[in-house]
């Protein structure tokens, strides 16, 4: 058993998909959170899988694409600065700020690392005591915790040089905004396999009952993402709302307590704005006050930045699931991964660059990958 | 970004009492990644492991039966094929 191979296997994905044309009776719209899956869903063409009744709606679960723009101007502000060796996960050093981007602010002599841990970035703090080492700490429940481990790592080993650009986001008030958009035909989620191996998914059972719709806590390899719709289908057809855990082997109603007692440690829950969507209440994680020394946005000046977003990018709508990429005029033409107009086309989980690299058959060319 | 990938528990360092560490394979690779919030691993689970921290072990049991229920859905309906149905 190596839990990947086993869960890319054709005859399961054929006998799941056989499942779920027979109980399909009528059209049903699913969305999945998290950017992790709509990458599987293009790359393994799950779609071609599905039951034309079956409508796949792509959710925000891309913290490259919902970090709000302020934070990447922040970012690039602070990484612009002589005195400081700026760390990032490999993903946002291509997001579009209001002027330019990190990498151009790397290809201009600003220090940037990219980074694989969080606790890379305390290393570093600790080899160079001369310079200002800033972590720009982005991500969901998933991440979260590893980030808050570095600024524990960090106050452990008594690092004055260290501190995090911070945002956190938060999955289940994203949801409950989705479903209060008076647009919104969601019916069924699958909820981000992994932030609930963190978080387990008791927070979903409100949500569930609030909004009469079923949640089932899915993984990401082909035959996973198809057991998932499968219960959510099989939820819709027997006229039930509940949540369930279709991705067993990992995730358990409590999550991982450790991790949740550190976040509960580091930080405090606080409004947050997304971008392209806009503030949602008590969606986001900050640094609580026992950490605020290494709150940079504390240490640099970074209080005065005017934003500008590029007025074309419909990243907003795409990421409520209002939108699909392909509905805008300048997908794949003005807006491409090489020079993108919005965070979507940069993730590999962005919704808009998954459609990028393997559905451009839509568009007359061959998809990059298929199951 | 929220990938995260299963790799087989080689080695186990708790010299450290804040930052548990272990040796970690992935298909071949080996890396180092923190352990620190799973207090019962052991060197030979397989962890699920996210921006160098493990998140959980995974369970074995609950995979093979998975499969298992998996499998049979298709032998079910090959069954029923054979009957006429």
């Known amino acids: ?371 | 970004m929220c990938l995260a990938v299963p790799g087989k528990v080689l080695s186990i360092d708790d010299s450290n009492a804040g930052l548990k560490m272990a040796k970690v394979d992935f298909a071949g690779v080996v890396k180092e990644v923190s352990v620190q919030w799973l207090p019962e691993v052991e060197v030979g689970n397989y962890v699920l492991i996210h921006v160098g921290m493990a998140l959980n072990i995974l369970d074995e049991e609950d995979a093979l039966e998975t499969l298992k229920l998996l499998k049979e859905m298709g032998e079910f309906d090959a069954e029923l094929g054979k009957d006429g149905w």
Not at chain 1, 250 to 273: C, F, P, Q, T
Not at chain 1, 314 to 337: M, N, R, S, T
Request: hydrophobic share 35%; charged share 25%; with cysteine.
């Open chain 1, 1 to 371: 058993m190596k839990y990947v191979d086993e869960f890319r296997d054709r005859e399961l994905v054929k006998n799941l998909s056989e499942g779920i044309h027979k109980i399909t009776t009528r059209e049903w719209c699913i969305m999945e959170i998290c950017g992790g899956q709509t990458h599987s869903i293009m790359r393994y063409s799950l779609e071609e899988f599905l039951p034309e009744e079956i409508r796949l709606v792509h959710g925000p679960g891309c913290p490259v694409c919902v970090t709000p723009l302020e934070i990447i101007d922040k970012a690039v502000r602070i990484a612009q600065r002589d005195d400081v060796i700026f760390t990032s996960y490999g993903d946002m050093l291509r997001v579009p700020g209001s002027e330019k981007d990190l990498l151009s602010v790397k290809a201009g002599g600003g220090d940037i690392r990219i980074i694989y841990s969080p606790l890379d970035a305390v290393k570093i703090a600790e080899d160079n005591p001369e310079k200002k080492v800033v972590f720009f700490a982005i991500g969901f429940e998933t991440t979260a915790p590893a980030n808050a481990m570095a600024v524990k790592e960090a106050d452990r080993r008594g690092l004055k040089n260290f501190s995090i650009l911070s945002s956190h986001v938060l999955v289940p008030p994203a949801m409950e905004a989705i479903l209060s958009v008076e647009e919104s035909r969601i019916q069924g989620f699958l909820a981000a396999g992994h932030v609930c191996t963190v978080m387990g998914y008791e927070e979903y059972l409100p949500i569930a009952e609030k909004y009469r719709i079923p949640i089932v806590v899915t993984g990401f390899e082909p035959v996973d993402i198809l057991k998932g719709i499968h219960q959510v289908v099989l939820q819709l057809e027997e006229g039930r709302h509940e949540v369930e855990n279709a991705y067993g082997r990992v995730v358990s109603l409590e999550g991982n307590i450790h991790a949740k007692k550190v976040l509960r440690e580091v930080y405090e829950v606080s409004d947050m704005k997304w971008r392209g969507i806009g503030n949602i209440p008590l969606s986001g994680f900050s640094l609580s006050g026992r950490y605020d020394e290494f709150n940079a946005e504390n240490i640099f000046d970074v209080g005065d930045i005017q934003q500008q977003e590029s007025p074309l990018c419909i990243a907003g709508e795409v990421l409520q699931g209002l939108k699909k990429p392909g509905d805008f005029p300048a997908f794949g033409k003005e807006c491409k991964p090489e020079h993108p107009l919005g965070a979507p086309m940069v993730s590999s989980e962005g919704a808009c660059s998954a459609y990028y690299r393997f559905k451009k058959s839509e568009t007359g060319s061959e998809t990059e990958s298929t199951i």
